[in-house]
């Protein structure tokens, strides 16, 4: 059974830093595109960024960010615990929301050229993060 289970979440203040975890089950983080997405509420859900699946020559995968967070977040997986974190620095209150992360065997090239897609086919439940000012 495929389950992703975000953890990490909760208060930070202005200019802070969260590492927001998810972990996997039921795959492995080689074969799959996972990607992170963010929704606020009375906003849409926002795809801030996404990891390839691994190979020979990109073990750790090609990365895509959206320019909202580009510079202030990092995208990153640990291949051996199947787990793919975001780094998130330089905390602001626009980015209160509640993270969710998700997976999808097949849209990796749509990651590479395009980043996330609301069409992945595995979702967690999410992880709140709420930045004070």
């Known amino acids: 059974e495929v389950q992703l289970v975000e953890s990490g979440g909760g208060l930070v203040q202005t200019g802070g830093s969260v590492r927001l975890s998810c972990a996997t089950g039921?795959?492995?983080?080689?074969?799959?595109?996972i990607a992170w997405f963010r929704q606020a509420p009375g906003r849409e859900r926002e795809g801030l960024s996404c990891?390839?699946?691994?190979?020979?020559?990109?073990?750790?995968?090609?990365?895509w960010y959206a320019d909202s967070v580009k510079g202030r977040f990092t995208i990153s997986k640990n291949r051996a615990l199947n787990t793919v974190y975001l780094q998130m620095n330089n905390l602001e209150p626009g980015d209160t929301a509640l993270y969710s992360c998700?997976?999808?065997?097949?849209?990796?090239?749509?990651?590479?050229?395009?980043?996330?897609?609301?069409?992945?086919?595995?979702w967690g439940r999410g992880t709140q993060v709420t930045v004070s000012s």
């Open positions: 039921g795959f492995s983080t080689d074969d799959y595109a």
């Open positions: 998700a997976a999808d065997y097949s849209l990796h090239w749509f990651c590479e050229g395009y980043g996330p897609s609301e069409d992945y086919h595995y």
């Open positions: 990891i390839t699946s691994s190979d020979d020559d990109r073990r750790d995968g090609s990365t």
